[in-house]
């Protein structure tokens, strides 16, 4: 195994006996913790870890204690300075309402689209999982759009939270434990992993 990092200096890992690295989540902060700089929604109010009508949120049966709960169609936005690499979410309809034609999901970073819009989501329908490369970004937007009408359509940013990754890398050859510490993990791409995947990674320059 072989991995460069942004200096294009190898680091052949075939000469270690071992090696191991820890992903740890640094300077993780939930959305509903931080202040938005602006939200507007079609009806009822922004729910901080609650729904817009004040309900613990829940998709499809499975309840959560962080996140945001508005209604479509609806902007939520946030002024990050560029401080986070990575934004993710589990989005759905939320439990509380199900008369509504069904509502997608949208990211938009610096107004750049970076997810969505998502499928249909209808009451019932399982929940999904976003992760998202929000590097060097400043203006974070969560947009739900409404089908054909607004009715019910209450949408769950469950979980949604911003924040960097970080790696502790400990490799030990022949000559004794070598220690690399605050080196940082960059997008992975394919992901899921696979043949062709390319894992790239910052680490100190004495590395």
Known sequence: MKAYSDNDKCI????????????IDTNCVYLSDLDCSYYWQEWGN?????????NTLSIAGQEYDKGLGTHANGIIRYELEGKYNWFSAIIGHD??????????FEVKLDSVSIFGPSKVFMYGDPPEQIELNIAGGNILELIVHAGE?????????AEAKVWNDSINTIVENNAGQKVINNAALIQVYPNPFNSQTIISFKAPSEY
């Open 46 to 54: 922004l729910g901080l870890d609650e729904t817009c009508e004040g």
């Open 95 to 104: 439990d509380e309402s199900n008369c509504g034609d069904g509502l997608t």
């Open 12 to 23: 052949d890992f075939t000469q270690f006996r071992e090696f191991r690295i820890t992903k």
């Open 149 to 157: 009408n607004n009715w019910c359509d209450h949408a769950d940013w």
